[in-house]
């Protein structure tokens, strides 16, 4: 009996030892890829400071196929496009950098500097003002910021909760009530706001043209009536898709159809 029980602990011991490995082995190999991956960003980013850019570009979106992403990343590499003299390339890596830090005002400015050189100068459609207003606010963070900060006022909800239930006075009862209830409110707001970051990063529903020039159709067909043309570089929303062919609409409201060839999804 007893020596049973030894065969087992060692056993034991010999299985913990081996998921010990296994789990240093793991953690190795991940240290191992992010030094990689540093290693190839110093790379590119001393490329981009000896004014090699189109190398840089191509390291910079060898990190972002191996599925390293991030906004600096794309902002990096649409950087390395615009001096590379690819208009195109850059606003829609600058696009990118922006759907991941809506708030950035670098990106926002490079962005407005590539948009600059784009043919067709669209004129949105208004905006009621507090429409405007409430997707400024949402996109001063991005999904990540925003759903931490849900989080801490959920659980700064719970904690105040808890406060007014075992409070003795009636004073401190009806202060972390009423804060508690503000904090679960803007948990609330900051999730729906979480939530509307997120979608645009799971639809990607825009899309940037990428053929110099484009007519674009009344239906999905090479026959369908000639509506208008636009250029390389424009910013679309997809709105419909039938087989090789997309419904786009542009900022001033007009729609059509192109091939989906002509346009890269940001």
């Known amino acids: 009996m007893k020596q049973n029980q030894q065969n087992r602990d060692s056993m034991r011991r010999k299985a913990l030892h081996i998921i010990g490995v296994l789990a240093l082995v793991l953690m190795s190999g991940a240290t191992f890829a992010q030094k990689a991956e540093l290693d190839s960003i110093t790379r590119a980013d001393t490329l981009y400071a000896k004014g090699h850019f189109e190398q840089a570009a191509s390291v910079y979106s060898g990190i972002l196929n191996r599925g390293y992403e991030s906004a600096d990343l794309y902002f990096n590499l649409g950087n390395a496009y615009y001096k590379s003299g690819k208009i195109t ?3 829609l890596n600058y696009e990118r950098a922006r759907l991941l830090a809506p708030n950035d005002e670098d990106i926002k400015y490079n962005l407005d500097l590539a948009q600059a050189h784009v043919v067709d100068n669209i004129q949105p459609l208004p905006e009621f ?3 405007k207003w409430w997707h400024s606010v949402i996109n001063t963070h991005s999904a990540d910021e925003w759903g931490t900060q849900s989080m801490i006022a959920f659980f700064l909800a719970l904690v105040l909760f808890a406060l007014f239930l075992f409070a003795q006075s009636v004073r401190r009862k009806k202060l972390a009530f009423w804060i508690s209830i503000l904090s679960l409110t803007w948990s609330a707001f900051t999730f729906s706001f979480a939530s509307s970051q997120k979608s645009k990063l799971t639809h990607r529903n825009t899309a940037i043209i990428t053929a110099p020039t484009v ?5 999905p067909s090479e026959t369908g009536t000639e509506l208008f043309i636009i250029h390389e570089g424009l910013k679309v929303k997809l709105t419909d898709s039938l087989g090789k062919w997309k419904e786009i609409q542009l900022a ?3 729609k059509g159809w192109v091939q989906d060839s002509i346009l890269v999804r940001i």
């Not at 007519?215 to 239906?219: E, F």
């Open 89 to 91: 390339k850059a606003i």
């Open 129 to 131: 003002f507090l429409t």
């Open 215 to 219: 007519t674009v159709k009344g239906s």
């Open 252 to 254: 001033d409201g007009n």
